[in-house]
């Protein structure tokens, strides 16, 4: 394995290059995933994927799997920090799928809704339906997204050292670490992610290289 430094800059460039070689000629669209702990940052390299793609005539629908979340009632149902079930039940995987990401299967009705839930507040936000034209790009981040048989075009995983992952996550959140730890151990997302990046410090990311 080989990990080879590039620039932010670069690797925006990098991955904007890869999703726009994608096949969209039968008017399909392309799911792309971000997948990161939040001590890596996904949702600033989603957001930063959102302009590039737009210049390049791409339409773009941003959405992060913190709005989709489950309600409080079966995310905490084992008390708020059991790290088993922030891996297990916390992302409401099956309203992602039939609301986000099966309408643009080939044939859909590329109708998504951008988010479901506050999970500050336990409410439904309510948000309308957009329509994401024909050859159009969404761009969604969020943790522990792989290995759940969600169907993306394009995954992205933000991979770091676990003493990384410990000194970057907030004291409030240190509870997490064992699913990610799980995640590791069970779903291997380097392994799994069509593109790895170590993200140790955001400022100087390093492509992985099998």
């Known amino acids: ?113 951008p988010s479901l839930r506050d999970a500050a507040t336990d409410r439904a936000i309510r948000a309308p339906y957009l329509r994401l034209p024909p050859g159009g790009v969404l761009v969604l981040d969020g943790a522990l997204l792989l290995g759940r048989w969600l169907p993306f075009d394009l995954t992205v995983h933000l991979t770091l050292t676990p003493a990384a992952l410990a000194r970057r996550t907030p004291a409030d959140q240190q509870w997490t670490l064992p699913a990610f730890a799980r995640y590791q151990a069970e779903t291997d997302p380097a392994s799994a992610a069509d593109v790895t990046v170590r993200s140790d410090d955001p400022r100087h990311p390093a492509l992985v290289v099998a």
């Open 1 to 113: 394995m080989q990990v080879n430094p590039i620039s932010p800059d670069r690797l925006v460039q990098l991955l904007t290059d890869r999703i726009e070689a994608l096949p969209t000629d039968d008017g399909r669209w392309i799911r792309v995933a971000v997948d990161g702990a939040p001590a890596a940052r996904p949702g600033e390299l989603a957001d930063a994927l959102v302009e590039p793609l737009r210049l390049r005539g791409r339409p773009v629908q941003r959405v992060s799997a913190g709005d989709f979340l489950r309600p409080a009632s079966v995310r905490l149902e084992y008390g708020r920090h059991d790290p088993d079930a922030f891996h297990d039940l916390w992302l409401d995987d099956g309203t992602l799928l039939r609301e986000v990401l099966d309408p643009l299967e080939p044939g859909g009705s590329g109708l998504v809704l």
